[in-house]
């Protein structure tokens, strides 16, 4: 069964430090999607990618996120200089469409900013 | 806007019972998806169901069944002959067909069951 794959599943890094999670999407996917969920609290929305641009993002995702497709497989959050409230478990998710009757999350990559 | 509540933070079901988790939802959009997810200790995110809100019968997965009333704007998720192993966060979540395509989740319910 296709499905998303994150890493690393966990990294820890220095406040100010930049970090790059990684995610392979499934291959046929169109939609790509980044959520975040702190520790004990909901799953929140960072941003959407789609026919390699930004669709949409959210309030949290200020600038020093970005979000890259750089060679058509991978698909890459950055974060550029990680807050101690950064930490979270940060989660990789492609769809096939708008009315899909699916949506596939990774395994999740657990942030821990020290 | 999208929002989607889920009243009960904690549930405790002896194994093998039914166990229903509530979920309702607010949204003015015409068509929308609804999501079931399950999230175990070891927190990955799995999927569980969907219903779209154009769908006339309520959606079933093995022991996973949706009891999808869309005038009430509530899609509960029903696991029949529940095990241990189901005992993990559940989280409710919506997305419009239309315009972005993002998920909305609710605060979730943990779900244990006892043996």
């Known amino acids: 069964e296709p499905e998303v794959t994150q890493t690393p599943s966990h990294q820890v890094t220095q406040m100010g430090q930049e970090v790059i999670l990684r995610c392979v999407p499934i291959?046929?996917?169109?939609?790509f999607y980044w959520y975040r969920q702190i520790l004990g609290q909901k799953v929140e929305f960072l941003v959407s990618f789609y026919n390699n641009e930004i669709s949409e993002k959210s309030e949290i995702f200020d600038d020093q996120f970005s979000v890259e497709r750089p060679d058509g497989s991978n698909f890459t959050l950055k974060i550029r200089s990680t807050k101690l409230e950064d930490s979270a478990m940060y989660f990789c998710?492609?769809?096939?469409?708008?009315?899909?009757?699916?949506?596939?999350f990774g395994q999740g990559t657990r942030l821990t900013v020290v | 806007a999208q929002k989607i509540t889920q009243t009960q933070p904690g549930m405790f079901v002896q194994e093998k019972e039914a166990v229903t988790l509530d979920c309702t939802y607010d949204?003015?959009?015409?068509?929308?998806?609804l999501f079931w997810y399950k999230q175990p200790s070891s927190g990955e995110m799995i999927f569980l169901i969907y219903?779209?809100?154009?769908?006339?019968q309520n959606a079933t997965e093995g022991r996973y069944s949706l009891n999808f009333q869309k005038a009430r704007k509530s899609a509960n998720l029903v696991i029949s002959a529940s095990q241990l192993g189901d005992s993990a966060m559940y989280f409710c979540a919506m997305r419009a067909n239309f315009g972005n395509e993002k998920l909305t989740f609710g605060t979730g319910t943990r779900l244990t069951i006892i043996p």
């Open positions: 949204t003015s959009d015409p068509s929308y998806g």
């Open positions: 998710a492609s769809g096939a469409g708008r009315e899909a009757s699916e949506a596939f």
């Open positions: 219903q779209g809100s154009y769908d006339q």
């Open positions: 291959s046929n996917h169109l939609y």
